[in-house]
């Protein structure tokens, strides 16, 4: 929070850190795997994207990994975020072929926020979550 907005709002009640998070594990940490992917920032994923990834159907599991479908959801990520009409926004619906129960095309939102120092870092979640 900046000086200008303390002074107008008055000191926060509560924060939570992305820090805070990570080490809860409210958000999962997959920076190595998305520098592989092309990210130049942190990435992370909230918990209920990251089970998802892992949620692998039955009928596929033999063909498919979680690191697969991982490097799908990042991959799928970077592209669509390295399009130019993306530049100007901070969340990015998207989707990918993801087997989910009888659902087949799934869709992820990717956000584009501050870090905890306030650098860049991007978190991808479901469409429903904050």
Do not use: C, N
Not at 77 to 91: P, Q, W
């Amino acid at each position: 929070m900046t000086d200008d907005s303390r002074d107008f709002w008055g000191e926060p009640i509560h924060t939570y850190t992305r820090a805070e998070a990570l080490a809860d594990g409210v958000l999962v940490d997959v920076t190595e795997t998305a520098r592989e992917a092309g990210f130049a920032v942190p990435v992370a994923l909230t918990v209920g994207i990251w089970s998802d990834v892992r949620d692998i159907p039955a009928s596929k599991r033999g063909y498919q990994d979680t690191g697969g479908r991982l490097w799908d959801l990042l991959h799928m990520g970077r592209l669509t975020a390295s399009r130019a009409d993306a530049l100007d926004r901070d969340e990015i619906l998207y989707r990918l072929h993801m087997d989910l129960g009888r659902k087949r095309l799934y869709v992820a939102k990717l956000h584009i926020g501050p870090g905890d120092a306030g650098e860049p870092a991007v978190t991808i979640m479901r469409p429903e979550e904050d």
